[in-house]
T-cell receptor, first 111, second 117 residues
């Protein structure tokens, strides 16, 4: 059975801290790994990773995929209160492009 | 670019009524759209894959007669919750895949919160 597991499930940090969110996956016909940020409404796209070892960066956020270990991490440096959200990891499977989501990591950044 | 809209954003209805939710890709064509539901403090669960011009593919445990999906054009998919009951109350989110499966990049609509009284 395809599955995606995120850890930790929740995290509380203070502004300025650096956080690392983890995502492991077991998916048949794996195509890509995606990270999303969800605040009050639907998820917003952060990264899509298809190749191992290539870091993707966007401002204070970065992510990398390890296809050998079936693992991805999302790093956020110098966290701000606006980073508080649920971070979702999803693996796409097969030719249909359907996404299997992890449980999400709820991040709270305190001032 | 890559904007997906959903309508309505919120609906409250009585038990037994049917509710239609629209999902539109505004600035790109999407041969494939996906419908998810999300319960409070839970992750997104895929309900079905909607393919333009063909029948939707439902995930295990999702009743196809209860959740009717129509993908009549490259920019519009609809989900109809038939004879809704309180247990159907949830946050329904659609996504549209840009560029076809080879790109595999999905963009989400803002979601529809359904409350069935």
């Amino acid at each position: 059975e395809d599955k995606v597991v995120q850890s930790p499930l929740s995290l509380v940090v203070h502004e300025g801290d650096t956080v690392t969110l983890n995502c492991s996956y077991e998916v048949t016909n794996f195509r890509s790994l995606l990270w999303y940020k969800q605040e009050k409404k639907a998820p917003t796209f952060l990264f899509m990773l298809t190749s191992s070892g290539i870091e993707k960066k966007s401002g204070r956020l970065s992510s990398i995929l390890d296809k050998k270990e079936l693992f991805s991490i999302l790093n956020i440096t110098a966290t701000q209160t606006g980073d508080s959200a649920i971070y979702l990891c999803a693996a796409s499977s097969g030719n249909t492009g359907k996404l299997i989501f992890g449980q999400g990591t709820t991040l709270q950044v305190k001032p | 670019g890559a904007v997906v809209s959903q309508h309505p954003s919120r609906v409250i209805c009585k038990s037994g009524t049917s509710v239609k939710i629209e999902c539109r890709s505004l600035d790109f064509q999407a041969t494939t759209m996906f419908w998810y539901r999300q319960f409070p403090k839970q992750s997104l669960m895929l309900m079905a894959t909607s393919n333009e011009g063909s029948k939707a593919t439902y995930e295990q445990g999702v009743e196809k007669d209860k959740f009717l999906i129509n993908h009549a054009s490259l920019t519009l998919s609809t989900l109809t919750v038939t004879s809704a009951h309180p247990e159907d109350s949830s946050f329904y989110i659609c996504s549209a895949e840009r560029g076809g499966p080879q790109y595999n990049e999905q963009f989400f609509g803002p979601g529809t919160r359904l409350t069935v009284l």
